[in-house]
């Protein structure tokens, strides 16, 4: 069994930083497309961020520019480095770990909040 473990999250004031991570009990870490995604109360999840195992990376536009993902496959572990953060990146936020050739083997973290709060 898959387990993704975040680390991270916590009380920021608005335009703070906080730096999240996720790490991943997989054999073969570079065979899954990493990301980072939340979810509010009463709204469905969105994609935050994704990464390739070879690096490309996406971004929702709300965080561009703001925010980085980043992939360490020697330690199994995906960051996410929040900069500028705001008072609307408030919520959830959750790993997920997606094998790159079997749609079946996907895998989230238990989730780990953030709050930006003056």
């Known amino acids: 069994q898959v387990q993704l473990v975040e680390s991270g999250g916590g009380l920021v004031q608005p335009g703070g930083s906080l730096r999240l991570s996720c790490t991943a009990s997989?054999?073969?870490?570079?065979?899954?497309?990493m990301g980072w995604y939340r979810q509010a109360p009463g709204k469905q999840r969105e994609v935050v961020a994704t990464?390739?195992?070879?690096?490309?990376?996406n971004y929702a536009d709300s965080v561009k520019g703001r925010f980085t993902i980043s992939r360490d496959n020697a330690k199994k572990t995906v960051y996410l480095q929040m900069n500028s953060l705001k008072p609307e990146d408030t919520t959830v936020y959750y790993c997920?770990?997606?094998?790159?050739?079997?749609?079946?083997?996907?895998?989230w973290g238990q989730g780990t909040q953030v709050t930006v709060s003056s």
């Open positions: 990464i390739s195992s070879g690096g490309a990376t």
């Open positions: 997920n770990a997606r094998h790159i050739y079997d749609v079946h083997n996907n895998y």
């Open positions: 997989v054999s073969i870490f570079g065979l899954y497309v």
